[in-house]
C-alpha cells in the first residue's frame, strides 16, 4: 500500500485567528498563521511564551470560519521582524477545523477500480 502524500496549507499572506490562553484569562489576541494542517500550525506574535522547556503551555487557537484547535507549543524562534513563532502541536479540535484540514492528504489511487 503506497503511502499517503501529505501537504500543509502554507499562507502567503498570514491569516488572522484568535489566540486564547485559557489558563490565564479568556481575552483574546490576534495571531498571524502562516501554516496549519491536522497535527498543529505555526503562528506569530508579538507574545513572548515561556519555552517549551521552562514550561509546558496549552493554547486554544479560533478562527472565524475554519474551526478551533488546541494544543502545546513545541517550538519558538524569534522571527526576522521582531516577532515570535512558534510551532503548535495540535491536542485537539473541532470537527471544523478537522473538515478544513482533511483535504490536505491525498487520497490513495491504488483503493480505487477504474472501469
Known amino acids: 500500500m503506497k503511502n499517503k502524500r501529505f501537504y500543509p496549507m502554507s499562507y ?3 491569516l488572522k485567528a484568535h489566540l486564547i490562553i ?3 484569562s479568556n481575552k483574546s489576541k490576534e495571531i498571524d ?3 496549519m494542517d ?3 500550525l505555526s503562528f506569530s ?3 513572548d511564551f515561556p519555552s517549551k522547556e521552562e514550561t509546558s503551555l496549552t493554547l486554544k ?3 472565524f470560519a ?3 484547535v488546541t494544543g502545546e507549543v513545541i517550538r519558538k524562534e524569534m522571527g526576522y521582524d521582531g516577532r515570535y513563532v512558534y510551532e503548535l502541536k ?3 479540535c473541532n470537527l471544523q477545523y478537522l473538515k478544513t484540514c482533511a483535504p490536505l492528504y491525498e487520497a490513495p489511487t491504488d483503493r480505487f477500480l477504474l472501469s
Open 33 to 35: 498563521v502562516h501554516t
Open 12 to 14: 502567503q499572506k498570514p
Open 45 to 47: 506574535t508579538d507574545l
Open 66 to 68: 475554519l474551526g478551533e
Open 90 to 92: 495540535a491536542l485537539s
Open 22 to 24: 485559557e489558563e490565564i
Open 61 to 63: 487557537i479560533k478562527f
Open 38 to 40: 491536522s497535527f498543529g
